[in-house]
Protein backbone atom coordinates (compact mmCIF):
# COMPACT_ATOMS: atom_id res chain seq x y z
CA UNK A 1 0.00 0.00 0.00
CA UNK A 2 1.70 3.69 -0.93
CA UNK A 3 2.11 5.57 2.29
CA UNK A 4 -0.61 8.20 0.89
CA UNK A 5 -2.87 5.68 1.57
CA UNK A 6 -2.59 4.68 5.10
CA UNK A 7 -4.11 7.64 6.56
CA UNK A 8 -5.60 10.79 5.75
CA UNK A 9 -3.24 12.59 8.06
CA UNK A 10 0.28 12.47 8.65
CA UNK A 11 1.37 13.61 11.92
CA UNK A 12 4.79 15.79 12.00
CA UNK A 13 6.66 15.65 14.59
CA UNK A 14 9.60 17.05 16.69
CA UNK A 15 10.58 15.37 19.12
CA UNK A 16 12.50 17.50 22.38
CA UNK A 17 12.33 15.10 25.10
CA UNK A 18 13.21 11.95 24.01
CA UNK A 19 10.79 10.15 26.65
CA UNK A 20 8.25 11.44 24.82
CA UNK A 21 8.67 9.39 21.96
CA UNK A 22 6.98 6.44 22.59
CA UNK A 23 3.80 7.32 24.69
CA UNK A 24 3.66 10.03 21.91
CA UNK A 25 3.40 7.28 18.91
CA UNK A 26 1.30 5.36 21.20
CA UNK A 27 -1.16 7.96 21.42
CA UNK A 28 -1.47 8.87 17.48
CA UNK A 29 -1.43 4.90 16.71
CA UNK A 30 -3.98 4.47 19.22
CA UNK A 31 -6.59 7.23 17.85
CA UNK A 32 -6.06 6.07 14.09
CA UNK A 33 -2.91 7.51 12.71
CA UNK A 34 -0.23 4.48 12.51
CA UNK A 35 1.68 6.73 10.05
CA UNK A 36 4.44 9.36 11.96
CA UNK A 37 7.10 11.67 10.40
CA UNK A 38 10.19 12.75 12.87
CA UNK A 39 11.72 15.80 11.71
CA UNK A 40 15.49 15.26 11.94
CA UNK A 41 15.32 18.90 13.44
CA UNK A 42 16.52 18.06 16.93
CA UNK A 43 19.50 15.98 18.57
CA UNK A 44 17.33 13.33 20.09
CA UNK A 45 15.60 12.87 16.71
CA UNK A 46 16.99 10.07 15.09
CA UNK A 47 17.08 8.22 18.52
CA UNK A 48 13.29 8.56 18.60
CA UNK A 49 12.99 6.81 15.48
CA UNK A 50 14.63 4.06 16.79
CA UNK A 51 12.73 3.46 20.01
CA UNK A 52 9.74 4.04 18.36
CA UNK A 53 10.55 1.40 15.89
CA UNK A 54 12.00 -0.71 18.36
CA UNK A 55 8.82 -0.41 21.02
CA UNK A 56 5.81 0.38 19.03
CA UNK A 57 5.68 -2.05 16.18
CA UNK A 58 2.35 -0.93 14.70
CA UNK A 59 3.38 2.60 14.04
CA UNK A 60 4.72 3.02 10.71
CA UNK A 61 7.98 5.38 11.49
CA UNK A 62 9.68 7.50 9.43
CA UNK A 63 11.94 11.05 9.09
CA UNK A 64 11.30 14.11 7.59
CA UNK A 65 13.53 17.14 6.94
CA UNK A 66 15.69 14.91 5.46
CA UNK A 67 18.28 16.74 3.22
CA UNK A 68 21.36 15.13 2.61
CA UNK A 69 22.72 11.43 1.74
CA UNK A 70 24.00 11.23 5.35
CA UNK A 71 20.46 11.99 6.79
CA UNK A 72 19.15 9.16 4.56
CA UNK A 73 21.64 6.56 5.95
CA UNK A 74 21.37 7.82 9.41
CA UNK A 75 17.42 7.35 8.91
CA UNK A 76 17.98 3.64 7.57
CA UNK A 77 20.13 2.44 10.38
CA UNK A 78 17.91 4.00 13.05
CA UNK A 79 14.91 2.06 11.22
CA UNK A 80 13.12 4.54 9.67
CA UNK A 81 10.23 2.92 7.54
CA UNK A 82 9.75 5.64 4.96
CA UNK A 83 11.49 9.33 4.41
CA UNK A 84 10.29 12.39 3.50
CA UNK A 85 12.48 15.69 2.42
CA UNK A 86 11.48 19.26 1.82
CA UNK A 87 13.04 19.90 -1.58
CA UNK A 88 14.51 17.39 -4.18
CA UNK A 89 18.64 17.63 -5.52
CA UNK A 90 19.15 14.65 -7.70
CA UNK A 91 22.08 13.49 -5.73
CA UNK A 92 19.23 13.03 -2.55
CA UNK A 93 16.59 11.70 -4.77
CA UNK A 94 19.22 8.94 -5.71
CA UNK A 95 20.28 8.38 -2.33
CA UNK A 96 16.70 7.82 -1.19
CA UNK A 97 15.98 5.52 -3.85
CA UNK A 98 19.17 3.09 -3.30
CA UNK A 99 18.05 3.23 0.39
CA UNK A 100 15.05 0.99 -0.32
CA UNK A 101 12.10 2.85 1.47
CA UNK A 102 9.39 4.64 0.59
CA UNK A 103 9.64 8.38 0.45
CA UNK A 104 8.00 11.35 -0.80
CA UNK A 105 10.61 14.07 -2.27
CA UNK A 106 9.78 17.46 -1.58
CA UNK A 107 8.63 19.97 -4.65
CA UNK A 108 6.49 23.26 -4.56
CA UNK A 109 6.93 24.15 -8.49
CA UNK A 110 5.68 22.06 -11.57
CA UNK A 111 9.10 21.88 -12.81
CA UNK A 112 10.08 20.33 -10.23
CA UNK A 113 7.15 17.50 -10.22
CA UNK A 114 8.11 17.11 -13.43
CA UNK A 115 11.72 16.29 -13.43
CA UNK A 116 10.62 13.79 -10.82
CA UNK A 117 7.81 12.43 -12.64
CA UNK A 118 10.95 11.50 -15.50
CA UNK A 119 12.31 9.57 -12.92
CA UNK A 120 9.43 7.58 -12.53
CA UNK A 121 7.91 9.36 -9.13
CA UNK A 122 4.40 9.96 -8.86
CA UNK A 123 4.21 10.62 -5.41
CA UNK A 124 5.69 13.82 -3.80
CA UNK A 125 5.29 15.67 -0.78
CA UNK A 126 3.98 19.61 -1.42
CA UNK A 127 6.01 21.99 0.71
CA UNK A 128 5.62 24.18 2.17
CA UNK A 129 1.90 23.69 0.89
CA UNK A 130 -0.25 26.98 1.75
CA UNK A 131 3.05 29.33 1.15
CA UNK A 132 3.60 27.72 -2.37
CA UNK A 133 -0.20 28.28 -3.72
CA UNK A 134 -2.43 25.69 -1.19
CA UNK A 135 -5.74 24.80 -3.03
CA UNK A 136 -5.99 26.47 -6.16
CA UNK A 137 -2.11 25.49 -7.02
CA UNK A 138 -2.59 21.86 -6.38
CA UNK A 139 -5.96 22.20 -8.37
CA UNK A 140 -3.78 23.74 -11.20
CA UNK A 141 -1.26 20.97 -11.38
CA UNK A 142 -3.84 18.44 -11.37
CA UNK A 143 -4.87 18.96 -15.11
CA UNK A 144 -1.06 18.81 -16.81
CA UNK A 145 -0.34 16.36 -14.25
CA UNK A 146 -2.57 13.87 -14.01
CA UNK A 147 -0.30 10.62 -12.75
CA UNK A 148 1.34 12.76 -9.86
CA UNK A 149 -0.26 12.23 -6.01
CA UNK A 150 0.68 14.85 -3.33
CA UNK A 151 0.70 14.99 0.55
CA UNK A 152 1.09 18.74 1.24
CA UNK A 153 2.07 19.97 4.48
CA UNK A 154 3.00 23.69 5.43
CA UNK A 155 0.65 25.75 7.17
CA UNK A 156 -2.74 23.12 6.84
CA UNK A 157 -4.78 22.63 10.41
CA UNK A 158 -7.66 20.56 10.84
CA UNK A 159 -10.09 22.89 9.67
CA UNK A 160 -8.42 23.24 5.98
CA UNK A 161 -7.53 19.64 5.83
CA UNK A 162 -10.39 18.32 4.80
CA UNK A 163 -10.57 20.54 1.39
CA UNK A 164 -7.15 19.73 0.49
CA UNK A 165 -7.96 15.79 1.06
CA UNK A 166 -10.38 16.44 -1.65
CA UNK A 167 -8.40 17.00 -4.26
CA UNK A 168 -8.08 14.26 -6.92
CA UNK A 169 -4.52 14.41 -6.68
CA UNK A 170 -3.91 14.68 -2.86
CA UNK A 171 -3.76 11.23 -1.12
CA UNK A 172 -2.83 12.82 2.84
CA UNK A 173 -2.01 15.78 4.17
CA UNK A 174 1.61 16.30 6.97
CA UNK A 175 0.24 18.07 9.99
CA UNK A 176 1.88 19.50 12.73
CA UNK A 177 -0.96 20.46 14.88
CA UNK A 178 -1.47 16.59 15.90
CA UNK A 179 1.22 16.43 19.24
CA UNK A 180 1.34 20.30 20.55
CA UNK A 181 4.34 21.18 22.61
CA UNK A 182 2.56 21.79 25.51
CA UNK A 183 0.69 18.13 25.34
CA UNK A 184 4.29 17.03 25.12
CA UNK A 185 5.85 18.97 27.83
CA UNK A 186 3.06 18.19 30.04
CA UNK A 187 2.24 14.42 29.14
CA UNK A 188 -1.24 15.46 27.85
CA UNK A 189 -0.83 12.14 25.82
CA UNK A 190 -5.27 11.44 25.63
CA UNK A 191 -5.17 15.04 24.03
CA UNK A 192 -3.40 13.61 21.61
CA UNK A 193 -5.24 10.78 20.84
CA UNK A 194 -7.98 12.49 20.62
CA UNK A 195 -6.35 15.22 17.90
CA UNK A 196 -5.38 11.78 16.21
CA UNK A 197 -8.50 10.61 16.08
CA UNK A 198 -10.33 13.72 14.80
CA UNK A 199 -7.88 13.78 12.34
CA UNK A 200 -8.48 10.04 10.94
CA UNK A 201 -12.06 10.52 10.91
CA UNK A 202 -11.34 13.05 7.91
CA UNK A 203 -10.98 10.06 5.52
CA UNK A 204 -14.44 8.95 5.99
CA UNK A 205 -15.80 12.80 5.79
CA UNK A 206 -13.34 13.36 3.05
Not at 6 to 22: K, Q, R, W
Not at 34 to 47: F, G, H, M, S, Y
Not at 49 to 55: D, G, S, T, Y
Not at 174 to 182: H, Y
Amino acid sequence: MSLLDIAPVVPVVVIDDLETAVPMARALVAGGLPVIEVTLRTAPALKAVKRIAAEVPEAVIGTGTVRTVGDVLASVDAGAKFLVSPGSTPALVNAMQASGLPFLPGVATASEVMALAERGLTEMKFFPAEAAGGLPYLKSLAGPLPGVRFCPTGGIKLATAPDYLALPNVGCVGGTWLTPADALATGDYARIEKLAAEAAALRQAS
